[in-house]
């Protein structure tokens, strides 16, 4: 049930010990919600989702999986009586959901700009990728995006330039929205491309994302912003103080429960977990997955193909 990098090519090789695998895959983010048929009938109407899977843990707490096909893009976690989702607090600034083509993007934003539930907050061209950013109804940022192909990137000292340009919705919708995406946009594949974080500091995720996990650095020039990934990509993980600067450890509430990363083989989480000592890290390996917290409370948990449904609903 863990997501396949299909739209997203990577080098060949992994790139050593000390960085994640260039075969790395971004896995469905899991929110705590408060009303989780509210979150699920906006998601499978925005976004086209579908149920994959759903289990109820002891005491009655409802885990439910949707997606589209057999790849997830979301975990909902049933949690009533937790406090909203804070803007300010270190947490989850945007799930990025990847799509392969200009045509399956805007069929998405169309279901998701058509839900009376969706906030709307922004298109951008970032020169790498074309962008539309929206809110669902409990606060997680959600981006749909679909990347340039990649020998129209530009790279210089290690780094890939990127911008944020006005992109005209209309105007993409216009040329790009076809009849069949525009009735059917779920029949259109799509996978979790990358994740955005909010934090109290961008030197302490540094040390977390980068030094420690194994990321690698893509774009470090940004005000108040940094940008890393594995095998080429431009990112698979930012974080950002745009809101949350100087923000302390999470407090228990909606919103973001975990960043799950996909590695291709167990020796990719014994080189993690080996970065992971060195720093003196608190973490817990599970045989299948290691689980760890940023500097923030946020869980990581990497883990391998084909992990269980159970293994994944019960993280």
């Keep these: 049930m863990t997501s396949t990098p299909h739209a997203v090519p990577v080098a060949a090789t992994a790139t050593g010990e000390q960085h994640l695998s260039a075969d790395l895959a971004m896995d469905a983010v899991t929110l705590h919600v408060g009303d989780l048929e509210l979150m699920s009938s906006y998601y499978a109407s925005a976004l086209a989702l579908t149920p994959i899977e759903e289990r109820t843990r002891a005491g009655g707490e409802v885990h439910r999986v949707l997606g589209r096909g057999t790849v997830p893009f979301v975990r909902l976690i049933s949690t009533p009586g937790l406090p909203a989702v804070d803007p300010r607090q270190a947490g989850l600034f945007h799930t990025a959901f990847l799509f392969e083509d200009q045509a399956s993007l805007a069929g998405t934003v169309l279901r998701a700009a058509q839900d009376p539930r969706s906030r709307f907050v922004g298109s951008s061209d970032h020169l790498v990728s074309e962008a539309f950013y929206f809110t669902d109804p409990e606060g997680n940022g959600i981006e749909l995006y679909r990347d340039r192909p990649r020998d129209a990137w530009t790279w210089a000292g290690g780094q890939v330039a990127m911008d944020t340009l006005y992109l005209d919705p209309d105007a993409y919708l216009r040329t790009h929205l076809t009849e069949d995406v525009a009735t059917s946009p779920g029949l259109r594949p799509g996978i979790v491309g990358h994740v955005h974080l909010q934090v109290g500091d961008v030197e302490s995720a540094r040390r977390f994302y980068v030094d420690t996990l194994g990321f690698e650095t893509t774009v470090g020039s940004h005000p108040g912003a940094l940008f890393a990934a ?9 974080m950002n ?16 429960a975990d960043v799950a990363i996909t590695v291709p083989g167990r020796e990719d989480l014994e080189a993690l977990t080996a970065r992971l000592r060195a720093a003196g890290s608190q973490f817990a390996d599970e045989g299948r997955s290691v689980r760890i917290e940023d500097p923030w409370g946020t869980p990581v948990s990497a883990s391998l193909p084909g992990t269980s449904t159970e293994e994944l609903l019960a993280r």
Aim: proline share 4%; charged share 10%.
């Design 230 to 238: 594995a095998g080429g990509y431009h990112h698979h993980v930012a």
């Design 241 to 256: 103080t745009w809101n949350s600067r100087g923000a302390g450890p999470r407090a228990t509430a909606l919103g973001l």
